[in-house]
Structure formats: C-alpha cells, structure tokens
C-alpha cells in the first residue's frame, strides 16, 4: 500500500477555531474516495489545506513527494465569480499553468489540447462564450475540462456534482472513472450519499474530526450519520484552547 | 476645420507636450484601471489619489516644485497609506474600505495644510487639479516611463491578476503568484497616479485611471477588449479635452476627465454591452 496523502494530528481552521481537528489517516495513491459528511464537516477547510491554500494551525499534510503543480483543485462553483468577463477558452486554458507559468505562450499544441479537453466534456462550439453565459451544468464542464488539462497525479473535487443534472453528473463521473482507472488519485466532496454508495470504493465520513472511513457499507451507517451530525453541531464560538494541542 | 482640431497642436508646444503627456498616461492607466474595477476596487483608486497628497506636499515643502522631490513624497504616502490600512485591516476588526476612507481623508486634511502652510493658493490648486499644460521634459520622460513600466510589470503579472479575480481558489493551488501581484499591482497603481498627479492634479488623476475603465465595460465583453476601449477613451478624452479647454479656456485637466466623463455618459446611454437604449429596443432573439 503506497501511501499519496498523510495527516498527521492534522488541524485546520480558521482564526484558530478548528474546522478540523486532530486528523491522522492516510490516502492510498490511486485511491478513489469520496468525502462525506453535513455541511461545515470541514470538507473543503481539509480539502484546502490538501492542496496548500490553508495553512494547519497544527499538525500536517504530507504529500509525499507531490509538487503543487502535482495537485489538480476544482474549487466550489460559489467560488467563482461568474460575472468576470473571460471566456470559456481563456478559463480553460488556465489548466495549462503547469506548462506556461507565468507568461510562456500558448502555441499549436497547447491551442489543440485546450480544444480537444473542450470536446471532451461536450462543449465544442462555446469557445468564446463569456463564463456568465453559461448554466451551472455549463460551468462544471468548463472547469473539469480545466482539470483534464492540468494532468495531475491528485484531483481534489470540491463537490464536483452539485446543482447540475444527472445526465451531466454521469457525464462527468464518468471523466472521474477514466482518471481512476489512469491510477491518479482523487478526492470528492459529496452530499449525494446514493452516488457515493454506488460509485465509491472508499469513503471518510468527516464532522470536523473523523467519523468513520472504510467502505460504503461499513461507514454510511444510520448510526455513524446521525454521531456525524451531532458532532457537527458541537461548534463553539466561545470555546477555551485546545488542550490537545497543548500537550 | 484645421484651426479647430489640429492648428493648436501645431501652433504651441505646450499643446504638444500636454497630448504626449495624456497619451502616455492612458496607455498605463487604461490596464491599470480596468484591473481595479475587474477586481471591484475602484473607490481604492481614488482613496490612494488622495493618499499622495501629503507625500507630494511633503516633497514640496522640502524642495519646492521639484519633480523628484514631490514624485518620491507620493509614492512613499502613497504606497505606505495602501500598506497601512492593510495592517489596519487585518490586525482589527476594521473592513479595508473603511480603513482606507479614514486615511485618505487623513492624508487629504494633512496634505491640504501642508500646501497651505508653505505655498500660496496656486500651489494648492496644481496640488489638486494639476498642470497639463505646463509639463516639461522631465515630467514627460517621468509618465512615459512609469506607462513602459507598467505594461512591462503587467505582462508578467496579467495571468495571476485576472485569475485572482475570476477563480483565486484555483489561483492559490497552482501558485504563489497571487499575492506579490496584488502588492505589485498597488504600486502600479500609486505609480500611475503620481504619473497622473503631474498633469491632473491629486483630486483628478484617478479620473483618467477609472472613468476609461468603466466605459471599457459598456463595449467590450472580453478584458483585453476593454483594455483596448479604456485606452482608447482616455487618449480621445485627452485630445478632445485640450481642444475644448484650449478654444474655451476651460481648466485643461477637468476639461479632460469632464470629455471622459462625457463619453461614460454616452456608453452608459448606447454602449452595446448592457447599455441602457440597446436594453430597451426591442429585437428578434436569435436561433440558438
């Protein structure tokens, strides 16, 4: 078992109330696993401080050997801001980062793979489109064909399938299949725990601490649901230093 | 016909070195400024115009009208009012627009004192409105540098800029780049309006940053369309602001941001990107 990802005592949070708190575990290279959990679990705080946006206020993530050019993130579509006025082209292409940094041109090549991953998610034809244009369905395409472009060895879903339609939804599983059967690792926040029983081999059930993690039908327990629950519920504004942390 | 719209430029080298001037600043402020309104910061712009103030007076008091003296002043006030309210910001509770308010109007009352104390009510009304047609080569070679500049500073920082603004979750997990290009960007930005300071004045040099920028929005969907649009805005109201202030004898900087102004006014009426005439007039949807 070789391992892609480690958390050792890992905490994150921010302005030191931990939205994480004391994760150890690890993630197998190829693994497929999706990540669980009500909202405020700490799903896209971990999922964050994974690909290095947020720093762990203790404890750590070892990457075990990845580069951050290594890690493809599709963050959550709130995130983006829609009314910005770049295309469907320049957003896609932005995948390319890895090969042209901060200013290297764009040339044949770059221009073919940018059209061919367009095709790929069935967009064709919306090159020009400004982003603002697009339904949510739209968007979510655009941004997994950004991530086919970044040709990374870890892709961190941040709720890939949210608000969009089934049939994009199996659309673009089935890109995730593809990257699996590739050996790439991925993560994938997810709400829709059917999708996750059916199409998961793994899962961690997370409530700003682990739950519980194994196989579908091990972890997604009306039991385990319902402690997640309560332990997301447990936040306190008013809450005293952590004496983990201080031991 | 020529004695209206070229015999000034022609006749009188003060006209000529005020259209190089504006033009110089328009090819900078124009990126500069569509940036700051892309990523919803245009009241910043105006606040750190302010922010000179005091530097520039400063420089004033310490080396009279000298262009390196008042230049230094502002960018150092200029760029320490961006760093402070930022600390201000972070380390209390206080929003950064809010911080930035409270310093610009400190630095605007200190500077207006400073002028005031040293120098007489013409030296307050440059500080505020600026010179446009008195600018000599020094001040020249100054904006045609600090546009090479910041076209050169923005080649290299124009993918992190425009990706911090679209998506910066992304940004962050590709590089690093987002936030050394905000700091650049701000001393693009002081740089600019120093650079504007010298022909328009503290009150009006972040006119020709902002005011090309928005009309940029109303006609053209993509950012470089916009970048081309505020340019070109800037460097017609510098040309049509001359003239009108040349055959009227209208102050040349208003005259300037007033004939912008005038072209906001007509986009915001006809622009076809969200204009106000083209959303009202009735026409047949398209197939698909």
Known sequence: MVPQLVFRDLTLGYERHPAIHHLDGMVERGALMAVVGPNGAGKSTLFKGIVGILSPLSGRVDRCGLDRRDIAYLPQVAEIDRTFPISVYDLVAMGLWRQTGLFAGIGTRERDRVHHALAAVGLTGFEKRPIGNLSGGQLQRVLFARLLLQDARLIVLDEPFNAIDTKTADDLFGLVRRWHGEGRTILAALHDIEMVRTSFPEVLLLAREAVARGTPADVLTPGNLQKARRMCEAFDDDAGECRVAAE | ?288
Not at chain 2, 29 to 47: F, K, N, Q, W
Request: contains cysteine; hydrophobic residues 60%.
């Open chain 2, 1 to 288: 016909m020529y004695d209206l719209l070229i015999g000034p430029f022609q006749e009188f080298e003060f006209m000529r070195r005020a259209l190089a001037g504006t033009i110089a600043l328009s090819f900078g402020a124009g990126p500069v400024g569509v940036i700051l309104m892309l990523r919803r910061m245009s009241l910043v712009g105006d606040t750190m115009a302010h922010a000179i103030l005091p530097g520039a007076a400063i420089g004033f008091m310490v080396a009279g009208l000298d262009l390196f003296a008042m230049t230094v002043g502002g960018l150092i006030a200029g760029l320490t009012v961006a760093l402070l309210a930022g600390v201000v910001a972070r380390v209390t509770d206080l929003k950064e627009d809010a911080s930035l308010a409270a310093f610009f109007l400190m630095s605007l009352a200190l500077g207006v004192t400073i002028v005031s104390m040293r120098g007489s009510n013409v030296d307050l009304l440059n500080f505020l409105f600026g010179s446009v047609l008195a600018l000599d080569d020094p001040t020249l070679i100054l904006m045609a540098s600090i546009t090479t500049l910041s076209l050169t500073v923005l080649a290299v920082i124009w993918r992190p800029l425009v990706l911090d603004c679209v998506d910066p979750g992304f940004l962050r997990s590709v590089s690093r780049a987002g936030a050394p290009a905000h700091i650049a960007f701000l001393a693009l930005l002081v740089l600019n309006l120093v650079g504007g300071f010298h022909a328009l004045g503290t009150l009006l040099s972040v006119g020709i940053v902002i005011v090309p920028a928005t009309v940029g929005r109303f006609w053209a969907r993509e950012v470089t369309g916009m970048v081309a649009v505020a340019v070109a805005t800037g460097v017609i109201s510098g040309y049509v602001g001359l003239l009108v202030s040349f055959h009227t004898g209208a102050p040349s900087g208003p005259a300037i941001i007033l004939v912008a102004a005038a072209i906001y006014v007509g986009s915001v009426l006809f622009g076809p990107v969200g204009g106000v005439v083209p959303r009202l007039l009735p026409r047949r949807h398209l197939e698909a």
